[in-house]
């Protein structure tokens, strides 16, 4: 089976066993030529550590029902994306509005600021600008970003 395929036929399973917790979402899904599978699942207000392992041996035991690996020669990681993970869905971006963000556009250059907003087609970022720190509101279009990564503040 091709690995798109089976991308989507894990989605699809992991979409039915979260069918019962509408605050949880598949965020990603990743299968290394070992037949790694790492599943990223978020949630409105995170996921706790007992969720994931219980999510983790749910969808395991499904994907061996299913065998779409050859004699179920897989292995399954369930986690939450790590800060190092750039944001892919509206859910995750409306999630960390008021946290301070890192955009990375097409173009190369970068932006940063506190996220103030998040629509289906744009985000709009709070910039501080200049050794006066002033403070400038932009809005970025969804298709000029590359990635989008919430910063780490201590």
Known sequence: MANEQVITSIREHAD???A???EYFVVDIRIKPTNNVKLFVDGDNGVPVDKLVSFNRNL???????????DN????EVSSPGLDEP???HRQFVKNIGRKVAITLLDG????????AATEEALTIEETIGKKKEKKTTDINLNEIKHTKVCIVF
């Not at 395991?60 to 050859?70: C, G, K, N, W």
């Not at 250059?109 to 103030?116: C, D, F, I, V």
């Open 20 to 22: 019962e917790y509408p």
């Open 16 to 18: 039915a066993m979260l």
């Open 60 to 70: 395991y035991a499904r994907l061996e029902a299913a065998t779409l690996f050859p």
């Open 109 to 116: 250059s970068e932006k940063e600021g506190t996220l103030l």
């Open 73 to 76: 020669d897989f292995s399954l």
């Open 87 to 89: 944001l892919k869905l």
